[in-house]
C-alpha cells in the first residue's frame, strides 16, 4: 500500500484526545466568585477523531481497490485486531471495579451498557438513558462507547458502499458529497430540534467521517495535493481555530451542526496538506504529540471509566484528585499498547485463528456476566441488610409534606383559593401555631406538630421556592405565584393573629434586608411570638448515596460527617443569628442543634435507614425534624 507514515496525524490524534480528557476531567477556573470549565469545548476532540479516522480507513480502502487487493475479511479482521482487544479489557475491568464499587442500581446500569458496548449500539442505549452532558452521566463508566459505537456502525455500511461504488465505475465524487450534505443538514436540523438525539445518532455524524474520507479520495487520486500559495498560513489559521473552539464551544453550542464545520474543515486542512516543513506539522510531529498519539486510542478507551469510579468512589475530587486519575490513565494506556493493543495487532504473533478463539472467549464470558448481573438486578447481595436498607431507602415526602393540600409544589399551577384542601381540626380554645416558607418550613412540620399539637391548632401554610418575604405591596395586582401566595397568606395572618409564627427558607444572605419587612408587618398583626428557622446542614450529594460512599470505603456508617459546603452555612446561620437578637425574635439553629464546631453534621438518629437526617442534600426527615423541635426551648 502506498501510504507514507505521517506522524502529524497522530500528533492531530494526541490533540484531540487531550482535550477530550481536559474536558471530562472538569478543571475549572474561577472568574468573578463563579466557576467555569478551564476547557468547555473539549468534547470536539471526538469530532477530529471522526474526520482521522474517515480519511485512514477511506485510503486504505481505495489504496487496495487501486491495487486489486481489497478484501472484506482483511479489512474488518485488521478493524477487529485494532479495536477489540482493549475494548473487551476495558469492559472487563469496569465490569470488576463496578462489583467493587457500584450500588446494585448501578450496576445493572453498567451491565446494560457493556452489552450495548459488545454490539456497537451503546450510542442507541446511552440516548434513552441519558443527556452526555447531565451530572448522572458522569457516574456512568462506558459512556464514552457510544462515538466508538458510531464508528462501527459506519465500518459496515460504508465500506461495502464504497467498494460498489468503485467497482460499478460509479463516481465516487458524489458518494461522498451527497453523504456529506445529507448528514450535515440532518445536523444541523437535529442541533436545533431535537439536541439529545441528534448528538447520539450516526445520521448527524457521517458527514465528519465522510468528510475525512472526501480527502482521502483527493490523495488517492493525486500524488500531490494542490501547491496552494497560502498554504502554510491556512494551516496556522486551521490549528489556530481547532485550538480556540475547544475554549468557545460549550455545551449549549448546538453540535453537531453547521458551527461543527468549522473544527472538521480545520481538520480537514490540516490533513490535506502533507508536506512536513510548515511550523505546525513540526509542532504535531514532536515526539511527545506522536507517542500521545499512538496510545490515544488506549487512553480514551480508560480515561472515562477512571474519572467514572473516582466520582463514584469520593465524595468529591479535587484537582489533585484529578491529576491523579489522569497519571493512573497514562499508566494503563501504557501498559494496554504495549501488552494488548500492538501484540494483538502483529498477526505474525498472534495467528487469526488464536485471534479469534481469544476475541469469542472475552466476548462470551463478558456477555454471560452482563446477563448475569442483569438477572440479578445488580448482585444485590454484595451488601449486608443494613446497607440495603440505605440504599433502596425512599422517602415519601409528599405525605409528610402533605403535598397537594398543606404543602404547594407546583406553583405555577394553583388555584385561586389556596389550601382550601389543607384540613385539620380546629379547637377554638387552643391557640394558633403558623408556618410559612418554603419546602425547608414543610419538612419542619412533623416536628411542630409532635411539640405543640396538643396545645395549639397548626396551621401549615408552605410552597415550593417561595420564601416567607414580601417583595411587593399588598395592592399590587400582577404579582408572581409566590407573591400571590404570601399576600394570601399575610391575610390569612392578619385575620387569625397567630400566637407562634415559624419563618423557615432556603435562606441566602441577600434574604436577611427582604426579611425586615416581614417581621415588620406581622409585628403590626399583633403576631405573640416570631420564630426564625436557621438553615439547615446542606449535603453535596443526597445524604444516603454520601453514606453508601462512606460504608463501602470505611465500612461503617459514621455518625458525624464533614462535608464542604457546612463551612458555608455556619456563616449564613451566623448572620440569621445575628439578625434575630437585633430584630429581638426567637432563633432557631439545625446547625447548632445537629453540627459540631469542626463543620461535622449528625447523619442517623437511629440505626434504621429511615433514622437519616436528611433524605436528600438538604431536607429533613420525619425523625429529624421531630429530634430538632424537641431540643427547642420556648
Keep these: 500500500m502506498n501510504f507514507k507514515y505521517r506522524p502529524e496525524i497522530d500528533g492531530l490524534r494526541a490533540i484531540a ?98 452489552i450495548s458496548s459488545l454490539f456497537f449500539y451503546s450510542n442507541i442505549w446511552f440516548y434513552f438513558s441519558d443527556n452526555y ?56 436540523f437535529g442541533s436545533v430540534y431535537f439536541k439529545s438525539f441528534n448528538f447520539y445518532m450516526i445520521f448527524s455524524r457521517i458527514w465528519e467521517l465522510a468528510f475525512g474520507g472526501l480527502i482521502a479520495l483527493v490523495h488517492v487520486r493525486s500524488k500531490s495535493e494542490i501547491n496552494f500559495k497560502y498554504r502554510k498560513i491556512l494551516e496556522a489559521v486551521s490549528f489556530t481555530i481547532i485550538i480556540s473552539s475547544f475554549f468557545i464551544f460549550d455545551e ?49 478507551l480508560w480515561h472515562y471509566p477512571i474519572f467514572a469510579f473516582k466520582k463514584i468512589k469520593s465524595n468529591y475530587l479535587s484537582d489533585f484528585d484529578k491529576l491523579e486519575a489522569i497519571f493512573l490513565i497514562i499508566f494503563l494506556s501504557l501498559l494496554s499498547f504495549f501488552l494488548v493493543e500492538k501484540p494483538f495487532r502483529n498477526k505474525k504473533l498472534i495467528k487469526k485463528k488464536n485471534f479469534f478463539l481469544t476475541i469469542l472467549i472475552a466476548f462470551i464470558s463478558i456477555f454471560s456476566l452482563s446477563i448475569y448481573i442483569n438477572q440479578t438486578n445488580g448482585i444485590p447481595k454484595r451488601y449486608s441488610p443494613e446497607v440495603l436498607e440505605l ?56 416536628g ?78 399583633k403576631v405573640e411570638k416570631i420564630y426564625l428557622v436557621g438553615p439547615s446542614p446542606r449535603w453535596h450529594d443526597p445524604l444516603p448515596k454520601i453514606l453508601f460512599k462512606e460504608y463501602r470505603i470505611k465500612r461503617k456508617i459514621p455518625e458525624y460527617l464533614y462535608d464542604q459546603n457546612h463551612k458555608v452555612f455556619f456563616k449564613i446561620d451566623k448572620e440569621f443569628e445575628d439578625f434575630s437578637k437585633k430584630n429581638s425574635i426567637k432563633y432557631i439553629s439545625p446547625m447548632k442543634i445537629l453540627c459540631k464546631s469542626n463543620y461535622k453534621c449528625l447523619t442517623k438518629i437511629g440505626k434504621k435507614a429511615d433514622s437519616m437526617v436528611n433524605w436528600d442534600e438538604n431536607h429533613f426527615t420525619e425523625k429529624a425534624s421531630i429530634f430538632i423541635f424537641s431540643k427547642v426551648i420556648d
Design 391 to 446: 440504599i433502596d431507602f425512599n422517602y415519601d415526602y409528599k405525605k409528610v409534606y402533605r403535598t397537594g393540600t398543606c404543602h404547594n409544589v407546583s406553583i405555577h399551577k394553583l388555584k385561586s383559593k389556596f389550601f382550601e384542601n389543607c384540613k385539620f381540626k380546629i379547637n377554638k380554645n387552643k391557640e394558633d401555631v403558623y408556618i410559612w416558607g418554603d419546602s425547608m418550613a414543610g419538612h419542619l412540620f412533623p
Design 133 to 188: 452532558f447531565a451530572e448522572s452521566s458522569l457516574v456512568k463508566p462506558l459512556l464514552h462507547t457510544w462515538s466508538l459505537s458510531i464508528e462501527e456502525q459506519f465500518y459496515i455500511f460504508f465500506p461495502p458502499l464504497l467498494v460498489f461504488f468503485y467497482l460499478k465505475k460509479k463516481n465516487i465524487n458524489n458518494l461522498f458529497v451527497i453523504l456529506i450534505f445529507l448528514s450535515l443538514l440532518f445536523s444541523q
Design 448 to 525: 411542630i406538630n409532635e411539640k405543640y399539637e396538643k396545645k395549639y391548632n397548626i396551621w401549615q401554610r408552605t410552597s415550593g421556592s417561595c420564601k416567607p418575604i414580601i417583595k411587593k405591596s399588598l395592592d399590587t395586582k400582577k404579582e408572581k405565584p409566590c407573591q400571590k401566595i404570601n399576600n394570601f397568606i399575610l391575610n390569612e395572618i392578619k385575620e387569625l393573629q397567630p400566637n407562634k409564627i415559624f419563618l423557615s427558607a432556603f435562606w441566602q444572605t441577600e434574604d436577611l434586608y427582604l426579611l425586615e419587612e416581614t417581621i415588620k408587618l406581622l409585628r403590626n398583626f
Design 17 to 114: 484526545v487531550m482535550s477530550v480528557i481536559v474536558f471530562h476531567a472538569g478543571f475549572v477556573v474561577d472568574y468573578k466568585n463563579e466557576n467555569f470549565s478551564f476547557l468547555p469545548g473539549g468534547f470536539l476532540g471526538v469530532d477530529i477523531f471522526y474526520v482521522i479516522s474517515g480519511y485512514l480507513i477511506s485510503y486504505l480502502i481505495l489504496e487496495k481497490l487501486k491495487l486489486k487487493s481489497f478484501s472484506f475479511l482483511d479489512f474488518y479482521e485488521r478493524r477487529a485486531r485494532r479495536l477489540l482487544p482493549v475494548l473487551l479489557l476495558v469492559i472487563s475491568v469496569s465490569l470488576a471495579a463496578g462489583y467493587i464499587l457500584m450500588l446494585p442500581r448501578q450496576y445493572l446500569d453498567l451491565s446494560n451498557s457493556s
Design 252 to 300: 449549549s453550542t448546538l453540535h453537531p451542526s453547521i458551527f461543527t464545520f468549522i473544527v472538521i474543515f480545520g481538520t480537514g486542512v490540516l490533513i490535506y496538506f502533507r508536506n512536513p516543513d510548515s511550523i505546525i506539522k513540526k509542532i504535531l510531529s514532536l515526539k511527545i504529540f506522536v507517542g500521545i498519539g499512538l496510545i490515544s486510542y488506549s487512553l480514551y
